[in-house]
């Protein structure tokens, strides 16, 4: 082949890659459009909302420590949470009654449809809201969240759009990333309530809370439709891998609690904290459920 052919196949193939790449992501834009707008129709169960004081604590604490307001701001007026522009662009909306948040007649069942099932009240599923992770609370923490929300003081703040970006469409077109409200089972029975205490299965219970960064057998690595600047999660398995593993209950608590490893490193802002409020009945639960884990290496999910 002369140069000149040479050069003009190689513009061809650049153009035909650079067509099949558009028409992919096309393709991947119509599935994800698709996903998003339709609409999910589950059977909701009545969860009996309380509104004495002490159920109303019990809720801010579960709502404190399950890091609701790292989305949804610390007044619950909704904020941006990505904006990237591959990923894209996520705002959390706000959860209050004041202008531009939850519809005046948001039910008891429209909070159940979203904590629990993931679906907005209109039954669209929806992003980013990690419900997978709050999918099994109890019918009575369940309870609790929805009382305290319910006493939330009014924000007046807009509602921020939701424009995914061609990252996530790719992956959720590849079916690498699913949506909250796909792989949660909205059949399976729940409990009607859990006693706390220092023991694995309530630290199991805790632990949905950990599973959305630190993966379903929490061996950490790359989160899932994380924006790239974002660290892989640590190994919280114990296996060679793991800076956990030769850790005590109590350095395991200090380094929630103070954010900083025993080894004198700061966790990286990713890693919330807002556990540091948990008490010491949930850590000590958290920290003899990681005992039960069989060793996996880091990123093994
Ligand atoms: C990682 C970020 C994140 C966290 C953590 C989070 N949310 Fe959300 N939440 C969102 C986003 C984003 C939406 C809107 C998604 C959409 O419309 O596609 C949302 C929507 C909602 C809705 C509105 C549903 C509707 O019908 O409009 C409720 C209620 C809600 N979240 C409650 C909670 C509670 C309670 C918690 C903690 C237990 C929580 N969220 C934690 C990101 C988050
Ligand atoms: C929003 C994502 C996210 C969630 C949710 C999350 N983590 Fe993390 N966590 C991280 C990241 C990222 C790191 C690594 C931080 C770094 O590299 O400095 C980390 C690090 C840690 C570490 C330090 C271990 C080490 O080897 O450095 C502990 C302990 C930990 N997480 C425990 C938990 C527990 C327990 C939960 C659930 C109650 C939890 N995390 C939930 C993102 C998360």
Not at 72 to 83: E, L, N, S, T, Y
């Amino acid at each position: 082949m002369s140069l000149r052919k040479i050069i003009k196949f190689l513009c061809y193939s650049a153009a035909g890659i650079v067509s099949v790449l558009l028409l992919a992501y096309a393709i991947a834009y119509g599935l994800t459009q698709h996903r998003l707008n339709r609409r999910i129709s589950v059977s909701i169960a009545s969860v009996s909302v309380p509104t004495d004081a002490a159920s109303i604590e019990r809720g801010r604490h579960i709502v404190t420590t399950r890091a609701c307001s790292d989305c949804h701001g610390a007044d619950f007026g909704g904020k941006k949470v990505i904006d990237d522009p591959m990923t894209g662009v996520f705002h959390a909306p706000n959860l209050t009654h004041g202008k531009g948040g939850l519809p005046a007649n948001f039910s008891d069942e429209d909070y159940v449809r979203a904590i629990r099932h993931g679906l907005s009240h209109d039954g669209r599923a929806l992003t980013l809201m990690p419900s997978m992770e709050y999918a099994e609370l109890s019918d009575e923490d369940l309870g609790s969240v929805i009382a305290y929300l319910k006493t939330l003081a009014p924000v007046d703040r807009e509602r921020g759009p939701i424009s995914p970006g061609p990252l996530i469409r790719v992956l959720v077109a590849l079916g690498k990333v699913s949506l909250p409200a796909e792989h949660i089972d909205h059949t399976s029975p729940r409990l009607a309530s859990v006693t706390p205490g220092i023991n694995a299965n309530y630290g199991k219970y805790l632990a949905s809370s950990c599973t959305g960064c630190h993966g379903p057998n929490l061996s950490g690595g790359k989160i899932a439709a994380a924006p790239p600047d974002w660290p892989a999660a640590a190994n919280l398995t114990r296996d060679a891998s793991s800076r956990i593993t030769g850790w005590t209950e109590e350095q395991f608590i200090r380094t929630v609690r103070t954010r900083e490893r025993p080894d004198g490193t700061k966790l990286n802002p990713i890693m919330p904290a807002a556990f540091a409020e948990m008490t010491d009945v949930e850590l000590k639960a958290l920290w003899s459920y990681l005992a039960t884990l069989p060793p996996t290496p880091t990123g093994v999910r």
